[in-house]
């Protein structure tokens, strides 16, 4: 079993920038892929940014490439998400996942349903 728990949350002006965090414990997290995903309200959860076990690998939704950067330290457990040029579009709430499988697959998953343990979601709100 894995606990994942998020911080970094907040309001922000548009333009501005938030770095989120998530703290894994349990089981060995640099076993682990880990993806960050977001939902707004009415809206399906979508998959934001995902990292390979190693952190050499990253994958990106088209909608924050080149504004986000995922990024882990496996000797702090932690992985984190830096987001920049925020727009009000990327209000959501932000959840962090982890993959139990990818260091046996390699593949960085960007389905939801590839994701074994979820966080308990932070609130980032980008005001106009």
């Known amino acids: 079993q894995v606990q994942l728990i998020e911080s970094g949350g907040g309001l922000v002006q548009a333009g501005g920038s938030l770095s989120l965090s998530c703290a894994a414990s349990g089981r060995t997290f640099s076993n682990y892929g880990m993806g960050w995903f977001r939902q707004a309200p009415g809206k399906e959860r979508e998959f934001v940014a995902a990292?390979?076990?190693?952190?050499?690998?990253?994958n990106y939704a088209d909608s924050v490439k080149g504004r986000f950067t995922i990024s882990r330290d496996n000797a702090k457990s932690t992985v984190y998400l830096q987001m920049n040029t925020l727009k009000p579009e990327d209000t959501a709430v932000y959840y962090c996942?982890?993959?139990?499988?990818?260091?046996?697959?390699?593949?960085?998953?960007?389905?939801?349903?590839?994701?074994?343990?979820w966080g308990q979601g932070t609130q980032v709100t980008v005001s106009s």
């Open positions: 990292i390979s076990w190693s952190g050499r690998t990253t």
């Open positions: 996942a982890a993959d139990a499988t990818q260091r046996i697959t390699q593949r960085i998953r960007i389905g939801r349903q590839f994701y074994d343990y």
